[in-house]
């Protein structure tokens, strides 16, 4: 069966310092993979979509990057935080098809 | 592309009792519409889904109905418990783009009062 990891869980991080989140899948081959935000109390702000090694797509422009370096690996990352960078990360995987799975998410914390 | 509009926000009903909450879609090529429900400090979980070549599907307690007619789409959950209560959010793949072009409602507090 299909597995979706995320770490780390929880992250506080300050203003202006780097980001990386990762997102790795297991069980499937060729995945696509998506990066979403939630915000406190609202729905999912898809980030980022790749459908293979190398290819990212993004959705809303913003100082975060993503980047897929191995077929199941996906990593979110930022050179520098905003405050407004806070929220709960999802990451989800489908087979190509309709269905999207979602990982456990990263609650991060910028102070 | 998509829009979905989900109400309500929070929904409270009673244990046992049944709960509907309903999402209107504008794109009528979309085809795809997951349900998901997310716990507290968890990701969104798929509970139901249905493709509009159908237009009602049952799974337990839970059922989804769809009219394609009108562009919207509805969970039912009977025989409500403690346990159902989540953050439910429904979705709409449209038919226009990549991604697999999921888009998302805001989301419905359900509260199950014992």
Redesign the interface.
Known sequence: SQTIH?WPATLVQPVGSPLSLECTVEGTSNP?L?WYRQAAG???Q?LF?S?GIGQI?S?VPQNLSASRPQDRQFILSSKKLLLSDSGFY?C?W?A??????????T?LLVL | GENVEQHPSTLSVQEGDSAVIKCTYSDSASNYFPWYKQELGKGPQLIIDIRSNVGEKKDQRIAVTLNKTAKHFSLHITETQPEDSAVYFCAARWGGGGADGLTFGKGTHLIIQP
């Open positions: 995320q696509n998506y609202r729905g999912l898809l979509y459908v797509s959705e999802l989800a489908s190509g098809g309709e269905t999207q799975y979602f990982g456990p998410g609650r």
